[in-house]
């Protein structure tokens, strides 16, 4: 069974930066779209981010344009999450997932990690 696990959360303050990780053990990503949502406190899990199977495509929530990027190192079977000039409304459990589609970042694969906690804040 497909097990993700996501890393790299943790507190940091406005303006500052995290890169997230997204991992599978026994499974290799290489050959899949990826893709990064995050889930407020009391909100809907949302999209964030995608990228296809070669890398060479990539989807940005309009929140996060500019400032986030996503991509991939095949020989860590690990895709990345940069996110720069952070702000408290980017403040979530932050998932990845396999096999979305890359027009709106969504109907991948129903396995889910425990996600890593990204806090925004002051």
């Known amino acids: 069974q497909l097990q993700l696990v996501e890393s790299g959360g943790g507190l940091v303050q406005p303006g500052g930066s995290l890169r997230l990780s997204c991992t599978a053990s026994?499974?290799?990503?290489?050959?899949?779209?990826i893709g990064w949502f995050r889930q407020a406190p009391g909100k809907e899990r949302e999209g964030v981010s995608c990228i296809s199977s070669s890398g060479d495509i990539t989807n940005y929530a309009d929140s996060v344009k500019g400032r986030f990027t996503i991509s991939r190192d095949y020989a860590k079977n690990t895709v990345y999450l940069q996110m720069n000039s952070l702000k408290p409304e980017d403040t979530g459990t932050y998932y990845c997932q396999v096999g979305v589609a890359l027009t709106h970042c969504k109907g991948g694969m129903n396995y889910w990690g425990k996600g890593t906690l990204v806090t925004v804040s002051s």
């Open positions: 026994e499974f290799t990503l290489d050959y899949y779209s």
